[in-house]
């Protein structure tokens, strides 16, 4: 049985991943390394773990929320809601165009069904999502909240101010993740500004740490398994999520040089030719 649910989200993340390179493809411009490393995590959560309504309400009373902080990979998650059936597949064509409800940092003036708050400015989503989660608990709603948030993101103050809040406050019913790549714009994290240990770091600031090989699905559904199963806890938990940047496009992995830039016409086709579609092409 798991055996088909394995196949199954892969096979999603397969088509979720088309999609990106394809989005970002024809308005030049985006951001494709991030959104194909963290495609099966976000495949694994909407299609998996989460308990989640698709008649969105900005409220999501008696459903588990998630909250995408580091928002410049946006093309997966817009894809990911898309395929849910949050909106018509076919909105993804009109990424980053003039009077699109999909831009390249999500907002929620546009109003567009699966996004509660503004992202992109680094550092800000653990707060919101630690805020979300002591919400639910006031209200006496067993429903989980997951963030997830970029390796370089962690080069943010906020972040660890906001680790040091959640543990003091037993912020339990939060599943937090890092895309741990070791990229960033400027290049990897160790020579940016190096992250240290970030297991021992985030174990310090009282948190269960947990993790994950994010680019091999079997693993991302056991360890989303084991994150639920240790909710409630006491402590709130951190998934330390493995990947390669640009993940299933053999010359974008591993490199940050393929944050933020757009693959041309004949990129793109080679791109294509690596990623099976498998739910149909927008």
């Known amino acids: 049985m798991k055996e088909e649910i394995y196949k199954e989200l892969s096979s999603v993340a397969s088509q979720v991943r088309r999609d990106i390179v394809r989005m970002v493809h024809q308005c030049q411009s985006g951001h494709p390394g991030g959104s194909l490393g963290c495609a099966d995590y976000l495949v694994g959560l909407y299609f998996y773990a989460m308990k989640h309504n698709t008649r969105f309400n900005m409220d999501g009373t008696g459903e588990d929320l998630f909250f995408l902080s580091n928002g410049h990979i946006s093309p997966v998650w817009y894809s990911v809601l898309a395929r849910a059936g949050y909106f018509d597949v076919k909105e993804l064509g009109t990424f980053r165009k003039i009077n699109s409800r999909i831009q390249g940092h999500p907002t929620t003036h546009e109003h567009l069904p699966g996004i509660r708050i503004a992202s992109g400015s680094l550092g800000q989503g653990l707060s919101v999502a630690i805020g979300a989660a002591l919400t639910k608990k006031l209200n006496h709603d067993p429903s989980l909240v997951f963030s997830l948030h970029g390796d370089g993101e962690l080069q943010e103050g906020q972040i660890w101010e906001a680790a040091m809040f959640a543990s003091h406050n037993k912020v339990d019913n939060l599943i937090s993740a890092i895309d741990f790549n070791g990229q960033q ?98």
Request: proline share 3%; aromatic share 8%.
């Open 185 to 282: 714009i400027d290049g990897p994290t160790e020579k940016v500004l190096s992250l240290g240990n970030l297991r021992a770091k985030w174990e310090a600031f009282g948190w269960e740490v947990l993790e994950m090989k994010g680019n091999d699905m079997k693993d991302v559904v056991v360890v989303l398994d084991e994150a639920k199963a240790k909710t409630s806890g006491g402590k709130p938990i951190m998934i330390l999520m493995h990947t390669s940047m640009g993940y299933g496009v053999d010359f974008m992995m591993g490199s940050h040089k393929w944050h933020g830039v757009a693959p041309n016409d004949e990129q793109l086709a080679a791109a294509l030719a690596q990623l099976e579609e498998t739910l149909g092409d927008y």
